[in-house]
């Protein structure tokens, strides 16, 4: 029953598998809706009248907030009074139809022991949403505890103390579910902050090419492939295909784009949930290649149809699975908004005014990942764990000797090109150009005040001038960039290792003498710069 997906068929299936209601569950297309995602912050400020359990003793006490399956904590307080102070943040993912908020304040008795002294229920309906910078009202939460009287089934509630404190919905920021440079969308929470589209991004999955067999049926080697492809808050997945290595799709979607800054994702997958193979209890769907389209790379209104290569990398190295062809256009309602955009921060101004930590926004984006796993696992069909995992890119982030040496060639080339073309300057390769930059450093040296704005001109003036080398397609897995074709099997079982660890003792120790190897380098050249540093500090 049809060829499409979109939100005008939803039900559509592949009829050459309807035997049953089951399997017809599992093979047909569907379009997927992500939940929407906010920040929650709770400013925890300080308390009031603090009634601790010990009269005779000043609290070691701290606020423990906790959200669905999230718990954060403030720090111990300051043990000189019974009016602790905080002034801490504690952020969270909060989901539509919001939850509610649960706070406590705990008193340290012992080294493990920590006794609650108060809760707070605070419902996510009832809390501001802030769309700027602008600071929120601050208001006085009354904890109560529940006291059992004379050991009696009635109960008491109490009052404990107070704690101001200010909670808010953010809704200037993007809720990042994963990495920066590979997300689809870049858009605020709150919609009155969104910007109009600028053009329409249609995909047409056609068919692929030799793929590899990822189980056996009847004692033969096939295949059940079906896409996945994502972009903003939409995911579809293609019909099943069937005992098939070389499967035809010919399914159609199309997105809005707001930001051509943004990553087109397609991973083809095996589906494992069909009826008449050699099925093990709970198993996923296997992973068989992913493609990565960036919008940038796209001509405006030209179709590309293209073959790109499905790249499979795990702790075995990197291989070829097969060929998925595709059919991609960007359709641009407005040019000139799309050049403004380029002009603007990646992230929402929210990002930047009141920016999170490392370690913040590494735990809130695992935190978003798990509840778009949770609510895609809950659909009809569900979408598997691992499948969103690997759409995702959810895995920790692990040290990894690859990853750091295509870092360091990454660095090296562009020291490399800045380097070469000071070094044009210098032996006036172009005369011309020479002596404008020579004309340029003058006028910098008499007014200082514009250097910044000549610096960032020029930005803008090589992008454009490098504009005209900008490739007529957009470009194809390199496994070279990525030093995954030269990798040893001992750095990429390091790499796919889970944390703890799972190897021995002694390939721990020696993994630890070389990373103690590559840190005494990386100590001996931070020195060397740190004592050029001073030499000019102090001459």
């Known amino acids: 029953m049809g060829t499409q ?13 309807a035997s049953s209601a089951d399997v017809m569950e599992n093979i047909r297309s569907k379009v997927y809706l992500l939940p929407k995602l906010w920040y929650l912050r709770v400013d925890v400020f300080k308390a009031q009248d603090l009634i601790p359990s010990d009269e005779y003793r000043l609290p070691e006490v701290f606020v423990k907030a906790s959200l669905g399956n999230q718990t954060r904590r403030t720090k111990f307080a300051n043990r000189e009074s019974f009016n602790p102070v905080w002034d801490e943040s504690l952020m969270f993912v909060a989901v539509e139809p919001f939850d509610v908020l649960i706070l406590s304040v705990e008193d340290k008795v012992a080294s493990d022991k920590d006794e609650v002294l108060g809760r707070c229920v605070v419902p996510l309906s009832d809390v501001e949403m802030r769309l700027d910078e602008k600071p929120v009202r601050c208001l006085w939460y009354e904890f109560v505890k529940q006291a059992t009287i004379r050991g009696e089934k009635e109960e008491k509630i109490r009052s404990v103390g107070n704690i101001l404190m200010s909670i808010s919905l953010e809704g200037g920021y993007h809720v990042l579910d994963e990495s920066t440079c590979d997300s689809s969308d870049l858009r605020t929470t709150a ?12 995909l047409g999955i056609l068919n692929a090419q030799g793929l590899k067999p990822m189980k056996r049926k009847d004692g033969q080697a096939t295949t059940d ?12 997945t293609t019909r099943t295909i069937t005992n098939s290595l070389s499967p035809t799709w010919n399914e159609h979607y199309n997105w809005e784009v707001f930001d051509p800054c943004t990553v087109l994702t397609i991973g083809v997958f095996d589906n494992s949930n069909l009826q008449g193979g050699d099925k093990v209890e709970g198993a996923k769907d296997s992973r068989i290649g992913k493609v990565r389209i960036r919008l940038s790379t796209l001509q405006a209104d030209r179709v590309y149809a293209l073959s790109y290569p499905l ?6 190295g990197v291989r070829k699975t097969g060929e998925i062809y595709l059919t991609v256009r960007f359709i641009c309602s407005s040019s000139l908004n799309t050049t403004y955009l380029y002009s603007q921060p990646l992230l929402p101004k929210m990002h930047y005014l009141q920016n999170l930590t490392k370690a913040s926004e590494s735990y809130l984006r695992h935190q978003a990942q798990q509840i778009i796993i949770m609510r895609l696992n809950r659909a009809d069909p569900p979408m598997g764990k691992a499948v969103v995992e690997y759409m995702l890119e959810s895995g920790p982030s692990m040290w990894s000797i690859r990853k750091s040496r295509v870092n360091f060639f990454r660095l090296m080339a562009i020291l490399e090109a800045v380097a070469k073309r000071f070094d044009h300057i210098c032996n006036w390769r172009n005369p011309i150009i020479t002596f404008l930059i020579h004309i340029l450093f003058i006028i910098l040296v008499l007014n200082p005040k514009l250097i910044l704005p000549t610096f960032f001109l020029s930005l803008s003036l090589i992008s454009i001038w490098n504009y005209r080398k900008k490739p007529m397609h957009p470009p194809l897995t390199d496994t070279c960039l990525s030093c995954a074709d030269t990798a040893l099997p001992d750095e990429l079982s390091e790499e796919f290792d889970g944390f703890p660890t799972s190897f021995s003792p002694d390939i721990v120790s020696m993994r630890y003498d070389r990373l103690r190897m590559i840190a005494a380098t990386i100590q001996t050249v931070v020195g060397d710069w740190a004592t050029q540093g001073e030499r000019l500090e102090r001459p």
Do not use: R
Request: aromatic share 16%.
């Open 191 to 202: 919609k009155q902050l969104w910007k109009s589209s600028i053009g329409v991004l249609e």
């Open 311 to 316: 790249m499979l990398f795990d702790n075995a």
């Open 5 to 17: 997906a979109e939100e005008i068929f939803p039900e559509s299936w592949h009829s050459d598998d």
């Open 225 to 236: 492939a079906y896409c996945v492809a994502k972009y903003g808050v939409k995911w579809v």
